[in-house]
Nanobody, 116 residues
Framework: QVQVVASGGGLVQAGGSLRVSCVAS????????MGWYRQAPGKQRELVAN???????SVAASVKGRFSISRDNAVNTVYLEMKSLKPEDTAVYFC??????????WGQGTQVTVSS
């Protein structure tokens, strides 16, 4: 059994910073790609950033230069550092972890709200 738990969301003013974290734990020792999606009300889910187990990253054009992703393989944790936040970044942020042949695992989502 695998659990993926996201944390760190909250309310921040425009221009501020926030870091969200996601821990994958359970019966799988290590994970492949990990990353973050977000979904704003009335919009489709959007891939924000991902990172491979070797550290190669990809960040969406809409957040490039403001968001960065990192991970700690020792504790199966992925981080999303968000700076210069804008009201349009408001969304529920979902993390995922690739469990290889066992499939993908998803966290419960954490709300990020950016006030103008």
């Amino acid at each position: 059994q695998v659990q993926v738990v996201a944390s760190g969301g909250g309310l921040v003013q425009a221009g501020g910073s926030l870091r969200v974290s996601c821990v994958a734990s359970g019966s799988i020792f290590s994970f492949g790609e990990m990353g973050w999606y977000r979904q704003a009300p009335g919009k489709q889910r959007e891939l924000v950033a991902n990172i491979t187990s070797s550290g190669r990253t990809s960040v969406a054009a809409s957040v490039k230069g403001r968001f960065s992703i990192s991970r700690d393989n020792a504790v199966n944790t992925v981080y999303l550092e968000m700076k210069s936040l804008k009201p349009e970044d408001t969304a529920v942020y979902f993390c995922y972890a690739d469990g290889g042949r066992y499939g993908y695992y998803w966290g419960q989502g954490t709300q990020v709200t950016v006030s103008s």
